[in-house]
């Protein structure tokens, strides 16, 4: 069973909701089961800044899916939930990434592990430091705690909104 971490956030719509549908989708795909969940961070928009501030959260998956199946479940997951893909970090009603995927490296077009841009990311890296604080990220220089300390103060507009959401139902978007 592999070990992978996933980071989740919205900000269209329904925000929580769409995070919470999102992780009820991921729950249910086969041989997957989530281990934790980070409580919900209300975080600026990174890249494309006019738009709405995120909700975001981080949680780790055990599953039997590897790491290109996975990230496919996860983009369909994104697809059913009403995302559409118009412009590079434009709004998005479900965002999911995957973080980190056991200790793989890889570096292709379709599939990056871990992601390229951890460590610079205070979004990502506080969730996560949560739920998986000694987390070795393979390439970085130490644990999820120190690359966030190493971040600096990157990590001032994180701010945590509520406690670890349920997931919910998988259900068609708008139902």
Not at 57 to 79: F, V
Not at 131 to 149: A, F, H, M, Q, Y
Request: with cysteine; proline share 7%.
């Amino acid at each position: 069973m592999h070990r992978a971490w996933i980071g989740i956030g919205s900000n269209l719509g329904d925000r929580l909701g769409y995070i919470k549908r999102g992780l009820g989708m991921i729950a249910a795909l086969p041989g997957t089961e989530i281990v934790s969940i980070s409580s919900v961070y209300d975080t600026r928009a990174v890249g494309l800044e006019d738009q709405p501030r995120f909700l975001n959260a981080a949680a780790e998956l055990r599953t039997d899916l590897d790491a290109r199946s996975l990230l496919n479940h996860m983009l369909a997951i994104e697809d059913r939930c009403g995302r559409i893909r118009r412009e590079s970090w434009g709004p998005r009603t479900l965002d999911l990434d995957l973080l980190v995927f056991d200790d793989l490296q890889v570096e292709e077009p379709e599939l990056m592990v871990p992601h390229p841009r951890i460590s610079k990311r205070a979004f990502v890296l506080v969730p996560l430091e949560e739920i998986s604080p000694e987390l070795i990220v393979p390439g970085l220089s130490g644990n999820i705690r120190v690359v966030l300390k190493e971040l600096g103060d990157a990590g001032d507009d994180v701010t945590r909104v509520g406690g670890p959401p349920t997931p919910g139902p998988d259900v068609k978007a708008g139902t």
